[in-house]
């Protein structure tokens, strides 16, 4: 037992705090963006497909969304969609695969600018109410 205890690696979790507390500093500043921007979309999950529309704070250069479901537990069922606008200005996507359960949500627009978090339970009938 020793000589595991003296012979093992040590596992720091971070091995770099200063460059996580930056990370962290940017994580928080997009947000705070996106608030500033009153980011505030109602998005509609049913069987085959993703749709999200702005209620306030739209971008107005009409590019494409990065919609992230996180699984809480397993990693393996991460997935990303990429929300295309429409010719009514409403954002979809084709689902893959019909998801049930807790997912963390996170939206952001293809230059990173802003984010929006948001935990879900899934299925859901209403729309979900997306702000930071």
Known sequence: MLHLA????????????????K??????????????LGIDA???????????????GKPTNGAALTLIF????????????????DANGRYSAPLP???DGKWKLTLVPFDKSWKV???????QIAPIVVKP
């Open 6 to 21: 003296t012979s093992g690696q040590d596992s720091m979790v971070i091995d770099d705090y200063y460059k996580e507390g």
């Open 23 to 36: 990370a962290i500093n940017m994580r928080l500043q997009e947000i705070e963006h996106a608030k500033s």
């Open 42 to 56: 109602r998005l509609l999950i049913d069987e085959q497909s993703v749709r999200l529309w702005f209620e306030n």
């Open 70 to 85: 996180h699984h809480p537990t397993l990693a393996e069922k991460d997935f990303t969609l990429m929300l295309t606008q």
């Open 97 to 99: 695969q019909s998801i």
């Open 117 to 123: 978090q948001q935990d879900i339970g899934l299925p």
